[in-house]
């Protein structure tokens, strides 16, 4: 049997150690990764928590603005039924996320899945039934009805119970460290449903303007009792976290803005209730300064979840730390040389590469500027070079862009009446040849429609020149806003307007004609004072035929106009039915 050289000797010794060294490595990186992912998986169940817990919240904000819905005066208050609108989008969207969380790993959690269905289904009820209640005015809103509402609102935050029970005890299970942190939360989520409650309690006296009954000023102390239950809690539970950085001051917000703000405030409207609901304050005051004040246990309750994630966070990046210098204690015995090839293949190979490829970006036009690679001084001038040629480039392209602006913004200023936005005259003249032109290659017609603003000169002359612009102004942009987008308006000269219509026959230009005819009728101008004034408009409408000229098309138009104006104003003239079967023959 050959004897082993030295070289295999020491070859066989490193490899040997270098395998006792990889296995003891092994079993570290092994242990450091359970570690990493056990705090990974407490982060992503407490982030599902806390989500459930912000649905939760969402919703009842969203209970708010419909409580705020259901008590106003106004059957059509467009701001709060946007705000309520906005409110259930925050909701849906809420549900939606946490939905789709939760069924990443639906074999966790089966009950969540039931509950955010049950959710859904009992929100869109509850919300049928707020919209029909809303619609009604205030005096025929019943207290039944509207204690419906808020009964099946708080259905919605009980299904929704189970979800923030089973996620949480989820959380828990992978990290005890944040137990007390989850069960405070928990029972501050119910402090805020508690809470909002209480209020609900006096929703139906404050919209019905009567006095607040013994039975609901019993149920509202019963909540109150069980909220001081809590606050006691929340005192003692709190030492397990002193030092966590504002948790502290959350909880004297909490003490001061619901517990002495709120509290004074349920006090005050029980004591004016009491006898009368003559003295009760507004819903809408009241409930912006009962949500104000019920804000701060949110607060609370989003500092304890951020104080946990926090700690959980910490765990994960104390174990990814430790796996990491293992990993990196294992590789330096062999780093060297692949450090070597890293160093030669980032540091030379890449950036060319990186040059030739802005180098041809610069080429077909891209001057977004490049990461500068990390290397030698040779390589810093190549990208210096390529800076100065893409710097040259980009004055060249920003020069051609302030040409095209200045091209484009002379041509609209030539072609658009100043005071109307709409088209001047020689614009008009030069799209009616045009559209001409084409018409008699491709056999078809076009129609034009002139309109001149009635008794406009008594305008001016009782209202004045600014008000006669603002009747030109909103006749301009009402005609913009009724045609089409292939139909041309444009301002003919005065007060008279001009729109083409192609591909038109005589019935749709008298139909064009009609409609501008009633909606500027229908329009109106917002004078000083609070008076508006309306305005109506007389029509003259002609048809193109094959040797039409621009000319021919504005006389016969102009002609149909001038008849309108001596028959009454008012009314459309031209292409009447018998003269359509005249020109057909």
Same mark, same amino acid.
């Given at each position: 049997?050959?004897?082993? @050289?030295?070289?295999?000797? $020491? ?31 407490? =982060?992503?169940?407490?982030? =599902? ?6 649905? !939760? ?86 207290? @039944? ?45 119910? !402090? ?34 069980? =909220? ?78 951020? !104080? ?7 765990? #994960? ?8 210098? #293992? /990993? ?11 450090? /070597? ?46 800076? @100065? ?13 302030? =040409? ?42 076009? %129609?034009?429609?002139? $309109? ?39 301002? $003919? ?42 305005? @109506? ?30 028959? %009454? ?17």
């Amino acid at each position: 049997m050959r004897r082993l @050289t030295l070289d295999q000797k $020491f070859q066989l010794c490193s490899l040997v150690i270098v395998l006792i060294t990889a296995a003891l490595a092994g079993q570290l990186i092994y242990h450091s990764y359970r570690e990493f992912r056990l705090n990974q998986k407490s =982060l992503e169940n407490l982030s =599902l928590y806390h989500a459930v817990l912000d649905a !939760a919240n969402v919703l009842a904000a969203e209970r708010g603005e419909t409580f705020r819905l259901i008590s106003d005066l106004r059957v059509h208050n467009y701001p709060q039924r946007r705000a309520v609108a906005q409110a259930r989008q925050r909701s849906d969207g809420e549900l939606k996320q946490i939905a789709a969380l939760i069924k990443r790993h639906q074999e966790d959690f089966v009950v969540s899945i039931q509950a955010v269905d049950h959710a859904r289904r009992d929100l869109t009820r509850a919300r049928e039934l707020a919209d029909s209640v809303a619609d009604k005015p205030l005096a025929r809103r019943g207290g @039944t009805e509207i204690t419906q509402v808020i009964d099946e609102l708080y259905y919605v935050a009980n299904d929704l119970r189970p979800a923030i029970i089973e996620t949480g005890m989820h959380s828990v299970e992978t990290d005890r460290r944040i137990s007390y942190a989850v069960v405070m939360s928990r029972m501050l989520g119910l !402090a805020r449903e508690h809470a909002g409650r209480v209020g609900a309690q006096l929703m139906v006296p404050l919209i019905k303007r009567e006095a607040i009954g013994a039975d609901r000023q019993q149920r509202i102390g019963n909540f109150r009792e069980r =909220l001081n239950d809590m606050a006691e809690g929340f005192k003692q539970q709190m030492s397990n976290y002193r030092m966590q950085s504002g948790l502290q001051q959350a909880r004297e917000a909490m003490e001061r803005d619901y517990f002495g703000e709120g509290y004074r405030l349920l006090d005050e409207v029980l004591q004016q209730g009491s006898h009368s609901g003559d003295r009760l304050p507004s819903v809408m005051a009241f409930t912006e300064r009962y949500t104000h004040a019920m804000r701060s246990v949110e607060q609370m309750q989003e500092r304890l979840i951020q !104080a946990a994630a926090e700690q959980s966070q910490q765990g #994960v990046v104390n174990a990814k730390r430790e796996a990491v210098q #293992v /990993l990196l204690l294992c590789g330096a015995l062999i780093g060297v040389l692949i450090a /070597l090839l890293y160093t030669s293949r980032r540091r030379l190979l890449l950036p060319l590469l990186q040059a030739r490829h802005g180098i041809i970006e610069l080429a077909e036009g891209n001057l977004m500027p490049l990461r500068r690679p990390r290397s030698g001084p040779e390589v810093e001038k190549l990208f210096d070079a390529l800076d @100065t040629l893409r710097s040259s480039q980009e004055k060249r392209v920003q020069a051609e862009q302030r =040409l095209s602006q200045l091209t484009q913004q002379l041509k609209r200023q030539a072609e658009t009446d100043v005071l109307t936005g709409v088209h001047n005259r020689r614009a008009l003249e030069d799209i009616g040849e045009q559209l001409l032109t084409h018409a008699a290659l491709g056999d078809w017609r076009v %129609g034009l429609v002139m $309109f001149d603003i009635d008794h406009f000169k008594k305008v001016n002359d009782v209202h004045g020149h600014p008000v006669g612009d603002l009747v030109l102004k909103m006749v301009a942009q009402t005609v913009l806003e009724t045609c089409r987008n292939e139909d041309n308006v444009g301002r $003919f000269g005065g007060e008279e307007f001009i729109v083409l219509v192609p591909l038109a026959d005589a019935k749709a230009v008298r139909a064009v004609a009609e409609k501008l005819r009633r909606v500027i009728a229908g329009a109106s101008v917002q004078l000083p004072g609070g008076r508006t004034l309306s305005v @109506t408009a007389s029509f003259g409408v002609s048809l193109s035929c094959a040797r039409s000229t621009w000319g021919d098309l504005v006389s016969e138009a102009d002609t149909a106009l001038y008849q309108a104006k001596h028959s %009454g104003r008012n009314c459309v003239v031209g292409l009447e039915p018998a003269e359509n079967s005249a020109s057909a023959a």
